[in-house]
């Protein structure tokens, strides 16, 4: 249990870790390449500690969920390639002799890889939200079962769902996902707590709506017990 704590830890920091990369404009460029160097250290720790999935992997039964969550690792893979060689040819501060000058592309496709990470961090946390929640009834002691609570839960999570709605509008993230300008990235009146809150919202939504999602396929695919005739 400790460990998958620890995991669920790490998946949660790289989601906070993101989010202040992706706070630029509030931020100096040096605090954007110590977020940037934290976020590729933490991904280093979290192989680490799932080392023994990756050799596990080809003698699993493959459902919708363990199929969705390999996908989403294997994105997340190539986008943090993406993300070390970029962030190296455009860095600034840390290293500084390993850049390019000029690097305007470089700068663009290092800013794309980021959102994209972002929203693929979230669906792979949608994967193991049940987790989560069983991680979280454990650690407060919440084992039995509880209508109430899980349908207090369930507003909860569509109350977020809806406010990451909104959000996704308002700060164009589906037009950041495909490398358009938009102008909230200049709109320097928000505060920082807001835009954090923003992002952290729109995660929100789409680890709802891989959870649910699962959960839906999951229970479409389920059996259907025969009924003896009487």
Not at 68 to 79: D, E, F, K
Not at 165 to 182: H, I, P, R, W
Request: hydrophobic share 55%; net charge positive.
């Amino acid at each position: 249990m400790n460990v998958i704590r620890v995991r669920l830890l790490l998946d949660f920091l790289a989601v906070a870790l993101v989010i202040a990369c992706l706070a630029y404009w509030w931020l100096d460029n040096l605090s954007h390449e110590l977020f940037g160097t934290a976020l590729l250290a933490l991904v280093i720790v979290h192989n680490v500690f799932n080392r023994r999935w990756y050799g596990s992997v080809g003698t699993r039964r493959m459902d919708a969920t363990r199929i969705v969550n390999l996908l989403t690792i294997l994105c997340l893979a190539s986008g943090m390639t993406v993300m070390l060689v970029t962030s190296s040819l455009v860095s600034r501060d840390l290293f500084p002799f390993t850049a390019l000058s000029g690097a305007f592309a470089v700068r663009e496709i290092h800013m794309f890889a980021g959102y994209w990470i972002l929203l693929i961090i979230a669906l792979h946390l949608g994967t193991r939200w049940g987790v989560v929640m069983n991680v979280s009834r454990a650690t407060f002691g919440l084992q039995q079962r509880n209508p109430a609570r899980a349908w207090a839960s369930r507003i909860i999570a569509l109350g977020i769902a809806g406010w990451g709605a909104k959000s996704f509008f308002e700060m164009a993230f589906g037009a950041k996902l495909m490398l358009n300008y938009t102008l909230d990235m200049w709109d320097f009146s928000e505060s920082t707590i807001g835009f954090f809150v923003n992002y952290g919202v729109i995660v929100g939504l789409f680890v709802a709506l891989t959870h649910y999602s699962l959960l839906a396929i999951q229970y479409i695919g389920r059996p259907v017990p025969h009924q003896e005739d009487a």
